[in-house]
């Protein structure tokens, strides 16, 4: 079975500057992975995912992760926030060729204050 | 784009009744569709698994006789909680996924506040 580690439960950071929200993730065979982002009370939209080919992966609003398989992590990155980015990330995982569901990791919550 | 739809999107139901969430795919099929629970300030749990024409997949530690789950057709799943109490008051997400193309699209719902009082 797979699971999800977000190292971070919380993030604070202040306006234009850089972040990164870590993810580790561990399973036996080959996996997806996904960031959702949730505003409060919203639901989830999709950031970006990772199926195949480039490690790197471009994403929505600016984030991009990358896909490390030797280190089992997708750490989600920003160069520079906006107060708009205030909300909970999630890190998923999906064992896609099993048709298994996400499985979430337990958010982290960016902050970003001027 | 493909949608996932669910309803209603904030019910209210006094203790002991029944309520029932639908989670429909407005554009294209799902043979597969997840039910997730979220607690305040929690991530997502995952309930079941619920595959068309056939009987749901419960995770572990969830209750299959209280979380009623069908799914009856390649577009619609439904989850009833029965009997329902106040500490199964949550946001319940379902996902479905798109079996045509790549079959590698995953769509999650709006979500739906349940609220027992």
């Known amino acids: 079975a797979q699971s999800v580690t977000q190292l971070d439960s919380q993030v604070p950071v202040f306006e234009e500057a850089p972040v990164e929200l870590r993810c580790n993730y561990s399973?036996?065979?080959?996996?997806?992975l996904f960031w959702y982002v949730q505003y409060p009370n919203q639901g989830l939209q999709l950031l970006l995912k990772?199926?195949?080919?480039?490690?790197l992966v471009k994403g929505i609003n600016g984030f991009e992760a990358e896909f490390n398989k030797s280190q089992t992590s997708f750490h989600l990155r920003k160069p520079s926030v906006h107060i708009s980015d205030t909300a909970e990330y999630f890190c998923a995982v999906s064992e896609w060729q099993a048709g298994t569901a996400l499985i979430f990791g337990k958010g982290t919550t960016l902050s970003v204050s001027s | 784009g493909a949608v996932v739809s669910q309803h209603p999107s904030r019910v209210i139901c006094k203790s002991g009744t029944s309520v029932k969430i639908e989670c429909r795919s407005l554009?294209?099929?799902?043979?597969?569709m997840f039910w997730y629970r979220q607690f305040p300030k929690q991530s997502l749990m995952l309930m079941a698994t619920?595959?068309?024409?056939?009987?749901?997949?419960?995770e572990q530690g969830v209750e299959k006789d209280k979380f009623l789950i069908n799914h009856a057709s390649l577009t619609l799943s439904t989850l009833t909680v029965t009997s329902a109490h106040p500490e199964d008051s949550s946001f319940y997400i379902c996902?479905?996924?798109?079996?045509?193309?790549?079959?590698?699209?995953?769509?999650f719902g709006e979500g739906s506040w349940l609220t027992v009082v």
């Open positions: 990772y199926l195949s080919g480039s490690t």
């Open positions: 619920s595959n068309e024409g056939s009987k749901a997949t419960y």
């Open positions: 554009d294209f099929q799902a043979t597969t």
């Open positions: 399973s036996s065979v080959s996996v997806y």
């Open positions: 996902s479905a996924r798109d079996r045509g193309g790549s079959g590698n699209t995953i769509y």
